[in-house]
Structures are given as structure tokens and as C-alpha cells.
């Protein structure tokens, strides 16, 4: 088992009044794993891939990575972060000053690769993904799908064995996001690493091999 989640319990403060978000998740994450989380907009869903991810804490309940017990205050959570998960949000956040190779080595060069070595990596990343033309490129020099690539480009640059992805496809046209989820697909097939999505999209259900809905903080298989 790579990660999981037991018993996840949030709430926020609106005002004077407490919103229960998850009400006692729970969630197990194998290897080659490609999971999908539907459910309404603002049911919960990009709270609780937060949660897995390390960015944010519950109220109760615990996150397992590789048998661990960590939270987003663990001492190492950014370590694991940036060593054992890979992050890709519907909005690409590249750094508009970064060229796309530059983008993708950055996670390595976070964690202390040369920046000639992480350089290249990501340009190996670039070739696979048959975007290695572009590698100079910045992301105002490139089109939506591109920059989506190119953040999926960067989630995977560290080899992590868990990629969360949180409305991936989800600012692009049909036939980018079509090529997104195919992406996803083809290198959790050959690259081996479990996937956790999130979408409000039901109809890409049939790409998941598990999935489940989150429905008033509880969430189902389905």
C-alpha cells in the first residue's frame, strides 16, 4: 500500500457557524492505482486530496505514506512532498519566468540535483511526452494543453509513487482534456505510479479502475 487515509474528519468556520466538510474518510492507495473522486463542486473533494497530499491537516483522522503516520505538520512533510508525491492542479501554476524544461527540473533541483542534470531529466520528461521542442520555450509561448503538460511533465519529474491531480482536465478544451486523461493513462500504465483524481466529471469514470463519489463528507465506492 502506498498511502492512505482513516477516518479523515474536517470542518471550517464560516462566520459563527462550523461547516463539516468530511466526515470520516477513509481511502487505500495501491500501487499502480488509478483512482477517481467525483462529487458535487464544493462537496469536499479538493479538501480531502489536500489533506492526502500533505498541504493541509484534519481535525481528525490519520494519512499514511508508505506506512508511516504524517501530517502537513510533520518535520518531513515537504520532503514527501516533493520526493514521494507528485501534484497537478487544474490551474497549471508554472513559473512564468522558468522556461518548460526549466519548470519540470525544478522539483529536482529542490531536492539538491544539479540544475545540468535535473535539466536534462526533464528533457528526457519533454521527449516522451513529444514536447521537446518546446523545452525553451515560456509558458506564455505555450497553449493551454501545453502548459497542462508540462505541470503533469513536472508532477512526474521525481519519480513519485503517488500523483494527486485535482481537476486536471478542468480549464481545457475537449479535445486537450481528452488528451490529458489519455496522458494520465498511458504513464500510469508504463511508469507504474498510482494516480488519485478528482473530478465533477462522472463521464471520465470508465478511465479508473476504483472509483468513488464524495457525497456529504462521506466518501463511497461506486
Given at each position: 500500500?502506498?498511502?492512505?487515509?482513516?477516518?479523515?474528519?474536517?470542518?471550517?468556520?464560516?462566520?459563527?457557524?462550523?461547516?463539516?466538510?468530511?466526515?470520516?474518510?477513509?481511502?487505500?492507495?495501491?500501487?499502480q492505482d488509478f483512482i477517481l473522486i467525483t462529487g458535487k463542486s464544493g462537496c469536499g473533494k479538493s479538501t480531502l486530496l489536500h489533506i492526502l497530499g500533505l498541504l493541509d491537516a484534519p481535525d481528525s483522522g490519520a494519512i499514511y505514506?508508505?506506512?508511516?503516520?504524517?501530517?502537513?505538520?510533520?518535520?518531513?512533510?515537504?520532503?514527501?512532498?516533493?520526493?514521494?508525491?507528485?501534484?497537478?492542479?487544474?490551474?497549471?501554476?508554472?513559473?512564468?519566468?522558468?522556461?518548460?524544461?526549466?519548470?519540470?527540473?525544478?522539483?529536482?533541483?529542490?531536492?539538491?540535483?544539479?540544475?545540468?542534470?535535473?535539466?536534462?531529466?526533464?528533457?528526457?520528461?519533454?521527449?516522451?511526452?513529444?514536447?521537446?521542442?518546446?523545452?525553451?520555450?515560456?509558458?506564455?509561448?505555450?497553449?493551454?494543453?501545453?502548459?497542462?503538460?508540462?505541470?503533469?511533465?513536472?508532477?512526474?519529474?521525481?519519480?513519485?509513487?503517488?500523483?494527486?491531480?485535482?481537476?486536471?482536465?478542468?480549464?481545457?478544451?475537449?479535445?486537450?482534456?481528452?488528451?490529458?486523461?489519455?496522458?494520465?493513462?498511458?504513464?500510469?500504465?508504463?511508469?507504474?505510479?498510482?494516480?488519485?483524481?478528482?473530478?465533477?466529471?462522472?463521464?471520465?469514470?470508465?478511465?479508473?479502475?476504483?472509483?468513488?463519489?464524495?457525497?456529504?463528507?462521506?466518501?463511497?465506492?461506486?
Amino acid at each position: 500500500m502506498i498511502a492512505a487515509a482513516k477516518n479523515i474528519v474536517k470542518s471550517y468556520r464560516d462566520s459563527d457557524q462550523e461547516i463539516q466538510v468530511l466526515r470520516g474518510c477513509n481511502l487505500e492507495i495501491m500501487p499502480q492505482d488509478f483512482i477517481l473522486i467525483t462529487g458535487k463542486s464544493g462537496c469536499g473533494k479538493s479538501t480531502l486530496l489536500h489533506i492526502l497530499g500533505l498541504l493541509d491537516a484534519p481535525d481528525s483522522g490519520a494519512i499514511y505514506i508508505n506506512g508511516k503516520k504524517v501530517s502537513s505538520l510533520s518535520s518531513d512533510a515537504a520532503s514527501l512532498r516533493n520526493l514521494h508525491l507528485g501534484f497537478v492542479f487544474q490551474f497549471h501554476y508554472l513559473v512564468e519566468d522558468l522556461t518548460a524544461a526549466e519548470n519540470i527540473a525544478l522539483p529536482q533541483m529542490i531536492a539538491g540535483t544539479s540544475s545540468g542534470k535535473a535539466i536534462s531529466h526533464a528533457r528526457d520528461m519533454l521527449k516522451r511526452l513529444e514536447l521537446d521542442a518546446l523545452w525553451q520555450r515560456y509558458p506564455n509561448q505555450l497553449s493551454g494543453g501545453e502548459q497542462q503538460r508540462i505541470a503533469l511533465a513536472r508532477a512526474l519529474i521525481n519519480e513519485p509513487k503517488l500523483v494527486l491531480a485535482d481537476e486536471p482536465s478542468g480549464n481545457l478544451d475537449p479535445a486537450n482534456s481528452a488528451g490529458i486523461w489519455e496522458l494520465m493513462k498511458e504513464l500510469n500504465r508504463d511508469l507504474g505510479q498510482a494516480f488519485v483524481i478528482v473530478t465533477h466529471d462522472s463521464d471520465t469514470a470508465s478511465k479508473s479502475n476504483k472509483r468513488f463519489e464524495l457525497s456529504q463528507g462521506v466518501l463511497s465506492p461506486l
